[in-house]
């Protein structure tokens, strides 16, 4: 029988996931792969002393290019992770005559055109479904079926630790800090969560997902980016208040023949699709002009949900390498639309300041809201020992720069002891 | 240009919605189109008097033979529904040379596997994502972007007219009857709504989509079917307190190599990713053996929303068109699975009963579970006038034939006066 070989680069919890799914579903894939069957081959790791299951040590190697640079694969799957060694593996692999699934959102965030490009060059399959929302297909979903629409919004849950930690925060009113531990313990976050809790992991995935939604090139460079480390639980109560939760929210739309893209934490309405979804799960809501709105919901990480995506790529690739025709359409950023600033963009906003208990403190907090052209929607007042309230207010819908020139107003006004926090909060969807 | 050209026989909702978009999104599609152009050249419909926005009349034939049987004709399209003519007018443009794309339920549940094996047999691609669902890409989800998986189970809203019954009887506690005509009023019911409120339209479409998941021709006749007339405004707040909505599932399970497949009203736990599924939006709940569990929720009917289903199915066949060799494989249902009688499935059941409230009375009833090997979870009893009491009971998982011969033993107790309802319940997930 025909083999379709693959060298695998890296074996942590995704690669040893292909590795198990291949083995697991090994009847189901056959009748699918036309008299010919997936063999791995090769697997790169660090130390082959590793204990890794019922992975045979002579598949292990520490030399990438026994796989970069062996004639008898067919596809290698780069399941590293980072910049660092990953693109130049990559790239060896392409020129090398390799079809490439990468499950790196680093990479394809960044170097992600390069890369497509080295692909359809070399006329080099390149797939990385795996690299957005796990084991949900948000790629071939928005490139392939739902490819009859202009989507004109993508908003997703897509960064599984600051979820589980803002579900935590909202179930049982606890402290970031204190369910970031929690979480570390647990295994849900790094030992240095910075990518995660700041942003950038979501901003990564946000990037990939506006390239393909829009077909223009989306880098992480492009993205606006706001993390989770100022939401306290004041605000998680406020929230509650406004029948709404608090979700680190990756944002792209196209309007008027431009784009934005950020991510930041949302206040958005418990009646939302993405309200609910809850812990590690991710999810994806997308609008197009054709199907209206449309919610994907499933598991962001772990071996067996990412394997689930990379090996759905791979019978992909198996069946064009069986046809004989290989078609080569990875790069489809063939637009040049504009990557409004973030001062350009529009939203709700949340404001939430301790203030000077007197009359006429509210009027004047208004009033500088009104100079800006922002108008409100929601009041909540608190009253505070000490002479102090707590104000909280939800605007209209109002562009980010006059929201930014209300808040310096506001900020130097005598009655406000300090804004607290400032969110951004999805209203209409 | 070169142009693939496209018969549409129906001119309905759908159709019209298919010729919208493809005006609509004309230029997004040019580029995917590798220099071929979309054109529908012929519609065939009942009148050609009747008031159809911008389509041209000279594009309107009453003769469905001038598109079946048309030479330059690359594709057609059927949305007439029904099984009246569609399936005949389906074989003959098969045989005539055209690939097909059908909306067609009605046809898909009774006679997929003949058209399907047609395409085949004549080397054309026959495809039917608008069939269930509307917009929800699952079909291509299931096919495509989940292969790798073993899809063990499928559990969906997809009848949105039932779905808007249910949801206005949880909120504003009305009566089966009068949302049904709201939803009469309102265009969301037909005026004979039988095929909808007795879950006929769900099974046909849970019929579909078990062939694809199993790889097993499943038809509507393989479908234990209950619809929704039986719900009344006491077990929707019953269902309340249980903390649970009321659903009407369509649920596919692959189990120890047998499929269970069937349609029942169903209580939901409202933290299932199905619960809030509301008004008609339709979604599918899906489990595997490597993404765990993913959900999609959108737009199940309507002109755009069908249509988005249909133009990607029309954009992928263009795109084999295009590459010229031509890959059929439409019908995926190469298993022999045995499919289960509903006595030999198992579920969770909730039953509601009036009893006489006397002592001793609850402990005859659990009697009667107990020697049907019921067990019980949880139970709500509620005094009611005359003497009379309401018992309503939660069962463990258990086979459908003891629940049906625990039923039996206690309508026979002198004690139990009437058994008000006996409805499904999914209480893991």
Redesign the interface.
């Known amino acids: 029988m025909k083999k379709i070989k693959i060298g695998l680069l890296g074996c942590g919890t995704v690669g040893q996931?292909v590795y198990e799914?291949l083995k697991?579903?090994k009847n189901?894939?056959l009748?699918?792969l036309e008299g010919t069957e997936l063999e791995i081959v090769k697997i790169l790791v660090n130390d082959l002393k590793k204990e890794r299951g019922d992975i045979p040590v002579g598949l292990l190697t520490t030399n990438p290019y026994e796989i970069i640079h062996n004639e008898e694969i067919d596809v290698v799957i780069e399941v590293i992770g980072g910049t660092t060694n990953a693109e130049e593996y990559i790239l060896d692999a392409i020129k090398n005559g390799k079809h490439i699934i990468t499950a790196n959102k680093d990479l394809m965030a960044t170097k992600g055109q390069n890369i497509l490009e080295q692909g359809n060059k070399y006329g080099k399959v390149v797939r990385y479904?795996a690299s957005v929302a796990g084991?949900?297909?948000i790629i071939?979903?928005i490139k392939?079926?739902?490819?009859?629409?202009?989507i004109t919004k993508v908003m997703g849950i897509i960064n599984g630790t600051t979820n589980f930690i803002l579900t935590k925060m909202f179930a049982e009113g606890r402290s970031l800090d204190s369910v970031l531990k929690e979480a570390q313990d647990l295994g849900y976050a790094e030992a240095d969560p910075t990518s995660d809790i700041e942003g950038l992991d979501a901003a990564r995935k946000i990037a990939i997902l506006a390239s393909i939604a829009f077909?223009r090139r989306v880098k992480l460079s492009d993205v606006y980016v706001e993390g989770i480390t100022k939401i306290s639980v004041d605000d998680v109560n406020y929230a509650k208040q406004f029948k709404s939760t608090i979700k680190l929210l990756g944002i792209a739309i196209l309007k008027e023949n431009a784009i934005e893209v950020r991510v930041y934490p949302t206040l958005l309405p418990l009646t939302h699709?993405l309200a609910?979804v809850d812990d590690v799960y991710n999810a994806v809501y997308l609008e197009?002009?054709?199907?209206?709105?449309?919610?994907?919901?499933?598991?962001g990480a772990?071996g067996?949900?990412t394997?689930?995506?990379?090996?759905?790529d791979?019978?992909?690739i198996a069946k064009i390498i069986n046809?004989g025709?290989i078609?080569v359409e990875n790069c489809s950023c063939?637009l040049d639309l504009e990557i409004k600033k973030i001062e350009d963009t529009s939203s709700h906003y949340y404001f939430r300041m301790v203030v000077v208990d007197k009359t006429r403190v509210l009027s004047k907090i208004a009033d500088a809201f009104a100079d800006n052209f922002v108008s409100i929607d929601s009041v909540i007042q608190k009253k505070l020992p000490d002479g102090k309230a707590e104000l909280v207010i939800l605007t209209d819908r109002v562009l980010n720069k006059n929201m930014q020139s209300a808040r310096e107003q506001i900020e130097n006004l005598d009655v406000v002891l300090e804004i607290k926090s400032v969110l951004n909060s999805e209203k209409e969807y």
């Open positions: 996931g799914l697991l579903n189901k894939y009748p699918l479904e084991a949900i297909p071939s979903t392939e079926d739902l490819v009859s629409n202009q077909n699709p609910n197009g002009n054709a199907f209206g709105d449309l919610t994907l919901i499933g598991k772990g067996l949900p394997a689930s995506a990379v090996v759905s791979l019978l992909s046809k025709s078609e063939y």
